[in-house]
């Protein structure tokens, strides 16, 4: 059965922290592994990553994959209180439907 | 560009009544679009996926006569809760899909809340 776990479920920090959030993953015909960001809406996309050992890098925020080991990470620098938020992992699976798998997220307060 | 919407965005019903949610691509084709739920505290579950002109395949323990869902044309897909009940209650969202567009993302929609009485 297909699987993305992240942890942790949830993380409190201040700002200005540092944040890193695991993704591992268990997925057959994997295709990539993206990051979303949730607030109270829809999910919003971050990053894709379909390739080992590349940083992906957007502003504070930035993330690799280890296809070998099956993980991924999202970093966040200097956290501000606008980055409180569930941080999503999925892994999108090649079998015909390109469908999304998703981890059950990492709850991020950032306090002031 | 890549704007889904969704509509209606909150909707409260009586159990047992059925409800129609619509996603619509605005601004791009899509050919592949994807029904989520999401209960509280829980991640998002893949309901099924909807292509364009044909049947929709259902995720695994999904009813398909219970959510009944119709991509008729290459902006607009509906789901149809029927007969709902109190444990249909949940946050639906729906993503959309087009291969003229940058393959990295399936585009959102805002989300529509049920709440069934």
């Known amino acids: 059965e297909d699987k993305v776990v992240q942890s942790p479920l949830s993380l409190v920090v201040h700002e200005g922290d540092t944040v890193t959030l695991n993704c591992s993953y268990e997925v057959t015909n994997f295709r990539s592994l993206l990051w979303y960001k949730q607030e109270k809406k829809a999910p919003t996309f971050l990053f894709m990553l379909?390739?080992?050992?590349i940083e992906k890098k957007s502003g504070r925020l930035s993330s690799i994959l280890d296809k070998k080991e099956l993980f991924s990470i999202l970093n966040i620098t200097a956290t501000q209180t606008g980055d409180s938020a569930v941080y999503l992992c999925a892994v999108e699976w090649s079998g015909g439907s390109e469908k999304l798998v998703f981890g059950k997220g990492t709850k991020l307060t950032v306090n002031p | 560009g890549a704007v889904v919407s969704q509509h209606p965005s909150r909707v409260i019903c009586k159990s047992g009544t059925s409800v129609k949610i619509e996603c619509r691509s605005l601004d791009f084709q899509a050919t592949t679009m994807f029904w989520y739920r999401q209960f509280p505290k829980k991640s998002l579950m893949l309901m099924a996926t909807?292509?364009?002109?044909?049947?929709?395949?259902?995720e695994q323990g999904v009813e398909k006569d219970k959510f009944l869902i119709n991509h008729a044309s290459l902006t607009l897909s509906t789901l149809t809760v029927t007969s709902a009940h109190p444990e249909d209650s949940s946050f639906y969202i729906c993503?959309?899909?087009?291969?003229?567009?940058?393959?990295?993302?399936?585009?959102f929609g805002p989300g529509t809340r049920l709440l069934v009485l």
């Open positions: 993503s959309a899909r087009s291969p003229g567009l940058a393959r990295e993302t399936q585009y």
């Open positions: 909807s292509n364009e002109g044909s049947k929709a395949t259902y």
């Open positions: 379909t390739s080992s050992g």
